[in-house]
């Protein structure tokens, strides 16, 4: 009964969701989707877009439930029964006091299962883009996808899993009609084997020589990030004054393309792309206590971001101490014992001490590291964890902050440490729905 009455509450909702789309008829829809990194590239492509036009966004929202919402211009409250039953009567009210206008919509489309309603098809049922870009494919939500993959072998049943994750991200790019464009990282070979099939016109971006804008370099310092690329046989410079890891590059080489895709060159774009800031959460740098230094990448994590983040670290860090506040990393399914013991093996090349915090890294992370007798604590207390990083942090330390967001909520770790009070509201998930769910999140 409870899945009946949810599939007719999203057809409820995808269909005023379609009559508010043809309000705007001649917006152009750029669907975003990748495992990591959805919604910086969102916000990277809004950075240029919106000095050529009105643009609106899918933000705090890639499902099911959460695109139509956004086009009708509805946001839940705190996803109780009532609160449902609150959107649902405002469904079609939206209708006659909706009368906003824009020139582009960018969309984020996150899938966490090949079957519907959390796969790519049933999304491209809700919304159709005028151009698809396909970010990268990896474990990150792999557990939706467990059962298609039959191999025991830990690392074979990893490459299989992220052949299937992108076979299903690429039906954007493959849902694309024949006029539109599908902008893909043609580096993931996965993609790559998939293009042949696609019918919209494509730019590919990348490393590889094949890549239509092609990633030459990019350099990170603790002044910023500079990323050179070339396009059409010019050779740009994008210079960033926050602090990215260098898979970023794949970012905003793929903001860039989508850019072009548009019909906005890089010397156009390329000003209004150098304003970006790194969102909440997500590789941002404060000062901390102690004459410290944060990277709060307390969002989320996975496999892949989990490495790229402590490469940062040690990058950054050079010298100076090197702490690495870690927690789980939530919805690898079957994945998540090898993930976890990979991560010891990360965080002795890349760190000097680890904090660790949540059921699986203390069931497998935590022992490897014991064994190699690497300084090392597990705390199940946010309480005790905080405290514990105030009596190791030396001056001039270099605190990385990492980790899954149910019950795991490491922004409170990084507030515990902030030199400016003020800089708690640059931190993410603020607000009373997330304040709640905190406070009932381990202690």
């Given at each position: 009964?409870?899945?009946?009455?949810?599939?007719?509450?999203?057809?409820?909702?995808?269909?005023?969701?379609?009559?508010?789309?043809?309000?705007?008829?001649?917006?152009?829809?750029?669907?975003?989707t990748?495992?990591?990194?959805?919604?910086?590239?969102?916000?990277?492509?809004?950075?240029?877009?919106?000095?050529?036009?009105?643009?609106?966004?899918?933000?705090?929202?890639?499902?099911e439930?959460?695109?139509?919402?956004?086009?009708?211009?509805?946001?839940?409250?705190?996803?109780?029964?009532?609160?449902?039953?609150?959107?649902?009567?405002?469904?079609?009210?939206?209708l006659?006091?909706?009368?906003?206008?824009?020139?582009?919509?960018?969309?984020?489309?996150?899938i966490?299962?090949?079957?519907?309603?959390?796969?790519?098809?049933?999304?491209?049922?809700?919304?159709?883009?005028?151009?698809?870009?396909?970010?990268?494919?990896?474990?990150?939500?792999?557990?939706?996808?467990?059962?298609?993959?039959?191999?025991?072998?830990?690392?074979?049943?990893?490459?299989?899993?992220?052949?299937?994750?992108?076979?299903?991200?690429?039906?954007?790019?493959?849902?694309?009609?024949?006029k539109?464009?599908?902008v893909?990282?043609?580096?993931?070979?996965?993609?790559?084997?998939?293009?042949?099939?696609?019918?919209?016109?494509?730019?590919?971006?990348?490393?590889?020589?094949?890549?239509d804008?092609r990633?030459?370099?990019c350099?990170?310092?603790?002044?910023?990030?500079?990323?050179?690329?070339?396009y059409?046989?010019?050779?740009?410079?994008?210079?960033?004054?926050?602090?990215?890891?260098?898979?970023?590059?794949?970012t905003?080489?793929?903001?860039?393309?989508?850019?072009?895709?548009?019909?906005?060159?890089?010397?156009?774009?390329?000003?209004?792309?150098?304003?970006?800031?790194?969102?909440?959460?997500?590789?941002?740098?404060?000062?901390g206590?102690?004459?410290?230094?944060?990277?709060?990448?307390?969002?989320?994590a996975?496999?892949?971001?989990?490495?790229?983040?402590?490469?940062?670290?040690k990058?950054?860090?050079?010298r100076?101490?090197?702490?690495?506040?870690?927690?789980?990393?939530?919805?690898?399914?079957?994945?998540?014992?090898?993930?976890?013991?990979?991560?010891?093996?990360?965080?002795?090349?890349?760190?000097?001490?680890?904090?660790l915090f949540?059921?699986?890294?203390?069931?497998?992370?935590?022992?490897?590291?014991?064994?190699?007798?690497?300084?090392?604590?597990?705390?199940t207390?946010?309480?005790?964890?905080?405290?514990?990083?105030h009596?190791?942090?030396?001056?001039?330390?270099?605190?990385?902050?990492k980790?899954?967001?149910?019950?795991?909520?490491?922004?409170?770790?990084?507030?515990?440490?902030?030199?400016?009070?003020?800089?708690?509201?640059?931190?993410?998930?603020?607000?009373?729905?997330?304040?709640?769910?905190?406070?009932?999140?381990?202690?």
């Open positions: 009964m409870k899945k009946l009455l949810s599939s007719w509450v999203l057809s409820y909702f995808r269909f005023f969701a379609g009559v508010q789309l043809k309000k705007n008829p001649n917006a152009t829809i750029i669907g975003v990748g495992s990591d990194g959805k919604t910086s590239l969102r916000l990277a492509i809004v950075e240029i877009l919106k000095t050529h036009g009105t643009v609106k966004h899918s933000a705090h929202a890639n499902s439930s959460g695109i139509p919402l956004n086009i009708l211009g509805l946001r839940p409250k705190n996803y109780s029964a009532l609160d449902w039953l609150r959107l649902t009567i405002l469904a079609p009210v939206q006659m006091v909706n009368r906003e206008h824009y020139n582009y919509y960018v969309v984020e489309m996150g966490d299962s090949p079957d519907a309603p959390k796969n790519m098809s049933y999304l491209l049922k809700i919304i159709r883009p005028h151009v698809g870009v396909v970010l990268n494919a990896t474990l990150t939500h792999s557990a939706g996808f467990d059962h298609l993959v039959k191999d025991t072998s830990p690392l074979r049943r990893m490459d299989k899993l992220i052949k299937v994750i992108a076979k299903e991200k690429m039906l954007l790019a493959k849902g694309i009609g024949h539109g464009v599908a893909f990282n043609i580096d993931q070979k996965e993609f790559a084997a998939e293009k042949r099939d696609i019918t919209a016109r494509q730019i590919t971006f990348g490393k590889s020589q094949k890549a804008l990633i030459v370099s350099s990170v310092t603790r002044q910023g990030f500079t990323l050179t690329f070339s059409q046989g010019q050779t740009h410079k994008l210079v960033l004054t926050d602090v990215f890891p260098e898979a970023y590059a794949y905003f080489a793929a903001a860039l393309a989508t850019a072009a895709a548009v019909g906005i060159p890089p010397l156009i774009s390329l000003p209004s792309l150098s304003k970006y800031h790194a969102p909440s959460g997500r590789m941002r740098i404060f000062d206590v102690y004459d410290s230094t944060i990277i709060d990448s307390s969002y989320n996975s496999p892949q971001t989990m490495l790229e983040a402590l490469k940062l670290l990058s950054l860090g050079g100076n101490k090197k702490i690495a506040v870690i927690g789980d990393m939530r919805e690898l399914g079957l994945s998540e014992k090898i993930a976890h013991k990979n991560l010891a093996d990360w965080l002795l090349l890349y760190c000097d001490e680890a904090l949540g059921d699986l890294t203390r069931d497998h992370t935590l022992p490897v590291l014991v064994s190699k007798k690497f300084p090392v604590h597990h705390f207390k946010m309480y005790d964890l905080t405290k514990y990083i009596s190791i942090v030396k001056p001039k330390s270099y605190i990385l902050v980790g899954s967001q149910n019950t795991i909520y490491l922004e409170r770790a990084v507030e515990s440490i902030l030199k400016n009070p003020a800089d708690v509201a640059k931190l993410c998930r603020r607000g009373t729905y997330w304040e709640n769910l905190r406070n009932k999140a381990l202690k």
